[in-house]
């Protein structure tokens, strides 16, 4: 084989490896990658199907119940409602009426499976898509009870 071959083969070989290892990299990103969804546009459908994905805003007050290890209640940005059941131990700062970001798969029968559930840590905090997802809720309910007020 001549040298300008084996350069050649080199090269080739070189941009190949390159290109498996960018491959392998992109899939590991994107398999861990978590979408933040609001639970409106969940109820729309445009959650992503069989990929996990995180969920938040306020945790319905009364909507709490335990069996053993398993905690069912429902997560609401004050417009829609999405039932979430999570099997562990709840973070201490998990309460009713407060917020909460929830990590996991959507089943075929509409109930969020959770694989990790977060707590807001102070008083002022929720995460911004929460936060902004509730605002927006709650201006879309006054703007409905303007309008039917009329």
């Known amino acids: 084989m001549k040298p300008r071959h084996k350069r050649a083969a080199l090269i080739v070989g070189g941009l190949a490896a390159i290109g498996v290892a960018a491959a392998l990299v992109l899939n590991a990103l994107n398999s ?6 609001t639970p409106t546009e ?5 959650a992503p199907k069989g990929q996990a994905f995180r969920i938040g805003g306020l945790v319905k007050d009364g909507s709490v119940r335990r069996d053993n290890l398993t905690v069912h209640f429902v997560v609401t940005d ?10 562990g131990i709840l973070p201490d700062l998990f309460r009713e009426g407060k917020g909460a970001v929830i990590q996991g798969k959507l089943g075929a029968d509409g109930l969020f499976v959770a694989s990790e559930v977060l707590a807001k840590h102070d008083e002022n905090y929720m995460p911004p898509e929460a936060k902004h997802a509730v605002d927006q809720a709650q201006q879309a309910a006054q703007q409905a009870g303007k309008t039917s007020a009329r």
């Open 32 to 37: 861990n990658i978590a979408l933040y969804v």
């Open 42 to 46: 969940v109820s729309q459908g445009k």
């Open 78 to 87: 004050t417009a829609q409602e999405i039932p979430v059941a999570y099997t």
